[in-house]
């Protein structure tokens, strides 16, 4: 079956430190692969997203993921978070072979001290 | 700004009422779908229209149904509400099935 796996629940990081999100799924033909991140209160906003090419893609404020095929992953990161980057990110595998909805994760909570 | 809006925001209604959610999709997207966010759950895909016609069902309850218009908008309708429906809806658009566009959501409390 179809699934998205993020193991971290909730992660806490200092401000200015790097931060990895992880990510693995379950996919049976070549995945789009989405990262999300929410807001307390906000829907959700697209940090970036893998189709194909090549497999390290940047995105919004600062986030890259690399897609590793032969990990079945999709990890999130950010070489200096800053406090502002304290929400709840989700990672999303695209279904295109059942109309292209999404599957997420269970979303990791991350926390940044100063 | 996504460019997709939801209304209303914010929704509160007791047990066995019926209400609608509404969607507005981006300029130009064909594609809506529906998702619903609740702590137990997390995220679940509900339904997907494009152009009109359904095109994809997820976990969608028999309870509650969608439709989308000829002007694109989509509504979804909730029915014989019960305390388990109190979640976070979602809304998104794309163009056809690539990136999806979230709106910020419709929060349903039943009371």
């Known amino acids: 079956a179809q699934s998205v796996t993020q193991p971290d629940i909730h992660i806490t990081v200092s401000e200015g430190a790097s931060l990895e999100l992880r990510c693995n799924y379950s996919?049976?033909?070549?995945?789009?692969l989405f990262w999300y991140v929410q807001s307390p209160g906000q829907g959700l906003q697209l940090l970036l997203k893998y189709f194909s090419g090549d497999t390290l893609v940047q995105g919004i404020k600062g986030f890259e993921a690399e897609f590793k095929r032969s990990q079945s992953s999709f990890n999130l990161r950010k070489p200096s978070v800053h406090w502002s980057d304290a929400a709840e990110y989700f990672c999303?595998?695209?279904?295109?072979?059942?109309?292209?909805?999404?599957?997420f994760g269970q979303g990791t909570e991350l926390s940044v001290k100063p | 700004d996504s460019g997709v809006t939801q209304t209303p925001k914010h929704l509160i209604t007791a047990t066995g009422q019926r209400v609608t959610l509404r969607c507005s999709p981006r300029s130009g997207d064909l594609s809506v779908y529906w998702y619903q966010q609740s702590l137990d759950q997390g995220l679940q895909f509900l339904i997907q229209?494009?152009?009109?016609?359904?095109?994809a069902k997820g976990n969608i309850l028999e309870r509650f149904s969608a439709q989308q218009f000829p002007d694109l908008h989509s509504e979804l309708n909730l029915s014989s509400l019960e305390l388990g429906d109190s979640a976070l809806y979602f809304c998104?658009?794309?163009?056809?099935?690539?990136?999806?566009?979230f709106g910020p959501g419709t929060r349903l409390t039943v009371l």
């Open positions: 998104a658009s794309s163009t056809r099935t690539d990136t999806q566009y």
């Open positions: 229209y494009y152009n009109g016609e359904e095109r």
């Open positions: 999303a595998v695209g279904a295109y072979n059942q109309g292209g909805k999404l599957i």
């Open positions: 996919y049976g033909a070549t995945p789009y």
